[in-house]
Structures are given as C-alpha cells and as structure tokens.
C-alpha cells in the first residue's frame, strides 16, 4: 500500500506564493511519477504537473507554465509544486497522485494513477 501526504496549502492573497509538498512512503513501484492535479468546487479533476522522481522529467499544464513549476526533493520519494503570482481562479482542492511510469512521457488523466493524497486547499482571495 502507498500512502500520499500532501502539506503547504492555506488562504493566500491575490499574487502570493506557496509550496506544496507531496511525501510517498509504503511500497512504492519504481521508476515511480508524482502528479499534481487540482479540483475546484463544481469543477472537473484537471491535471497541474508530473515528476518523475527517477527521471526528473517533469511536465506543467501549459496554460500554467511560468507561473507553476514541480521539483523533485533531496529526500526521496518527494515532489513539490511551487505556485507563484497565485491568483483567485487558482483556488481548488489540490491533490498529488502517484503512478509506476516507465514511459517517456507523463501522465496527465487521473484516472492513470492508483495512488492518491487525501489533498490539501489553497485558496487564493483578491
């Protein structure tokens, strides 16, 4: 069994930043991807980032490039989602995902990926 933490949400203002981080532990696959993906209220799963935590090859939703970015940790097993210039509509639930991914690509539908974090709110105020 994988579990998923998610930590580094809380209430921003209009053009805040924040860190979230997503720590993996339990019997993890390898070579193991962490996706980020978000939920706002009344609103579809979209996907945000992915990581590979072997790889680092890392992939942002495009309409949040320069804003978003994902890193991997020291620390295995860790990825990061820095958020900058948030901005209200970036206010959601946001949750990591995990996924064995032996592809050169990542996956960007949630329904790839078995393991997930109990999520964490970022809400963004003008």
């Known amino acids: 069994q994988v579990l998923l933490v998610e930590a580094g949400g809380g209430p921003v203002q209009t053009g805040d930043s924040l860190r979230l981080s997503c720590t993996a532990s339990?019997?993890?696959?390898?070579?193991?991807?962490i996706a980020w993906f978000r939920q706002a209220l009344g609103k579809a799963r979209e996907f945000v980032a992915a990581?590979?935590?072997?790889?680092?090859?890392?992939y942002v939703r495009h309409s949040l490039k320069g804003r978003f970015s994902i890193s991997r940790g020291d620390a295995a097993l860790t990825a990061y989602l820095q958020m900058n210039n948030l901005q209200p509509e970036d206010t959601a639930a946001y949750y990591c995902?995990?996924?064995?991914?032996?592809?050169?690509?990542?996956?960007?539908?949630?329904?790839?990926?078995?393991?997930w974090g109990q999520g964490t709110q970022v809400t963004v105020s003008s």
């Open positions: 995902a995990g996924v064995v991914n032996n592809q050169a690509y990542p996956y960007t539908e949630a329904s790839t990926y078995p393991d």
């Open positions: 339990g019997r993890i696959g390898s070579p193991y991807s």
């Open positions: 990581i590979g935590l072997e790889n680092d090859l890392r």
